[in-house]
């Protein structure tokens, strides 16, 4: 069979491979792009668009409840058709699907865009259902997919993933979620808003993946207050007439549909990794340097959420940029990563940023904390749940990382992480201006409790501010 030979195979046209590609098209190299499944990117078709306009929709209409407040007249009789706020998700997880492609894959030639399942040959020789492609570079890009076991296919669609969930046309009475870290919270509390009898489980004794335990127990005891959530048991379904039956333990629920969200994991089985050459962890995904993006010494790149690092979309963007970077140069430049950030968009937004918990030195570590309940702000809003937890090095006073369970947090995070990036101590972040009455006031308190604790203090009498030079 002949063989097609270019410099570079990117393999998977997500967020991952059109960020390298964006690297390897100005770059003169010739290339190739290949795609099994549909074009558009998980982000916009599955994922973090259609996701946040459900979220959107679903907080909009539980505001009605804080309308009573204001004296506004029928807000306890606002009623919504979910089905047509399906039918608005679905406009926009199309106008975002129709953006990526229009700004990626739309104008590519067949010679270009290859589309079918790549899969690895030799180290250097890629087979796309029948066709073959020799490339001096290959970027590995290929996503990854819901975790559905086995034993749930049975019940069709009855159990669904998030790969299902922006399709349906009639949403259930009732709804059980299983698995709630970020996806199974931010859908479960949005199915619960609309209307949808949700019940959470989860075989973890904590919600969200937060480690801190405070954060923990608060975001929990939050959550539970919109729906029922067992914990600590692991779920299995039977079957119960039309219906499922959820069984956790000593718990036990009949519901319409369940949604599995018990985590992603990375597409690598169909690549025949075994012919790469490269060296391969236990889960079968290559072993890379998150710096260059570098499988082991190799011709072979890994980026986005097949190296099974961190599942996010601005990570999959910036590991694609590096590894598109390297892919095409003559040497490997290591990059400088960014610190964590990860922000769940249930309300209150659960964010992690810098270390996280078990990653911290605890004799080291300083603990500065607030609670919602008395900001200002956050009681004007109707949002004073929640709880605030920043983290900084004892003797340095160096911000190292936090766990926010709080409105805004997803804007709050992103100043904890550019803080951190610039290297910042906690006597530097309260040097800066927080404007009144605002939620970041609810982040200057938490700073100052942490400021009491770390040993380096600001010079001069006025500790917010500092003395002119
Ligand atoms: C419900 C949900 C909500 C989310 N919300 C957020 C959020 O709010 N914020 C955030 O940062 N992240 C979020 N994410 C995660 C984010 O969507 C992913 O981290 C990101 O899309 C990963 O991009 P990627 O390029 O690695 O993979 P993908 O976009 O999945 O691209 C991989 C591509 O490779 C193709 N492919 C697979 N195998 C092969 C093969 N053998 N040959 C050729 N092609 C192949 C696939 O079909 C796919 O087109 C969410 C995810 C989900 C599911």
Redesign the pocket.
Known sequence: MQEMKIDVAI?????????ALSKVKPSGKSFVL??????????A????????ALIQAAHDFSRRKVLGRYGVEGHDGMEIDVNETMEYVQDMRDTFVDRVQSNSTDHMSDDVLIT????FVEPNLLD?EGRLIRADKIII??????VLPEAWKQFGDRVIT??D?FELEQTPGSMAVIGLG??GL??GQSMSRLGVDVTGFDILESIGGIEDPDAASTALSILRKEFPIHLGAAADITLEGHKLRVTAGEQSVVVDKILASLG?VP?VE??DLENAGVELDSRGIPLFDRNTMQVGSSHIFI????NGE???????GD??RIAGTNAVSDQITPFRRKPHI??N?CDPNICHVGKRWSELDHDQTAVGEVKLAPVGRALIMGKNLGIIRVYADRTSGKLLGATLVCANGENLSHLLAWCIQQGQTVGDMLQMPFYHPVIEEALQAALNDLYEKVEQKNPGPITELAPLA
């Open positions: 393999i998977g046209s997500g967020t991952a491979g059109l960020y290949i795609n099994g499944g549909e074009l558009g990117t998980t982000c078709r599955v994922g973090c668009m259609p996701s946040k079918g399942y790549a899969k796309v890009a290929t996503g990854s997919r819901p998030t790969d969930l970020t996806i931010e859908i992603r597409n169909g690549l980026a986005g959420d097949v961190a599942l996010l979309l601005h990570e999959a590991e694609g990860s922000i968009f």
